[in-house]
């Protein structure tokens, strides 16, 4: 049975959840990371030897990098649906992938660090507001992609909805202040609707 090592507070583990849900695995899912601890273990380090969430293994086939693992998932179970089978399809399904990773990590980063996991009189409240205002140019680049198509790169969901996904749900539960997007706002209302999505990227942030 597929086994999966981490919390489900964790944005990274979160893709990997929403994908299982997606494809319908039988799966374990081990708390570990945060709170939990245990990625400093021996036996966890020889798993995953960067001591972070999540981690997989399958078969005895061991994986980490949250992207990666959403992509194998796909590749393995679902070919041809979250991951295309037309090369240039799949391609820009992981451009949009690797987009999350390169461009809105950081900025994304700094806003939900300091607003959810730093205390009042710590947050660098200047740094939020220059990563709020990055943001907002950026998303505008989703925004326009969003204009002709429901979802990332077309008519369906693929793995090139999910790192996204994650990330605008955590997003649209900042408090923060945010410019409309109205075609953002309804690719995300198609995500809400997803039984595999509620259940596990829509939980509070922490």
């Not at 570990?32 to 005895?60: C, H, K, M, Q």
């Not at 997803?194 to 939980?203: G, L, S, T, W, Y």
Request: net charge positive; glycine share 6%; aromatic share 10%.
């Amino acid at each position: 049975m597929l086994k999966i090592w981490g919390r489900i507070n964790s944005i990274n583990v979160q893709k990997v959840m929403w994908t299982v849900g997606e494809l319908g695995l039988p799966h374990e899912r081990i708390d570990a990371g945060g709170a939990f601890g245990r990625v400093r273990d021996p036996d966890y380090l020889a798993l995953n030897p960067n001591g972070l969430v999540p981690t997989i293994e399958d078969d005895g086939f061991v994986l980490w990098e949250s992207n990666t693992v959403a992509r194998y998932l796909a590749a393995k179970h679902s070919p041809g649906r979250l991951c295309p089978s037309d090369v240039q399809r799949r391609a820009d399904a992981e451009r949009w992938m690797d987009w999350v990773l390169t461009t809105l990590n950081p900025p994304m980063f700094t806003v939900f660090w300091n607003l959810i996991r730093t205390p009042v009189d710590q947050r660098d409240m200047k740094a939020v507001e220059a990563a709020r205002l990055k943001l907002c140019d950026l998303w505008q680049i989703l925004e326009a992609q969003l204009a002709k198509r429901p979802y990332v790169i077309g008519a369906e969901l693929t793995m090139g909805d999910v790192p996204l996904g994650c990330t605008i749900n955590r997003w649209y539960h900042l408090p923060l202040e945010r410019p409309k997007m109205p075609n953002i706002e309804a690719w995300y209302g198609r995500l809400k609707e997803r039984p595999a999505f509620k259940q596990h990227v829509m939980i509070p942030l922490t």
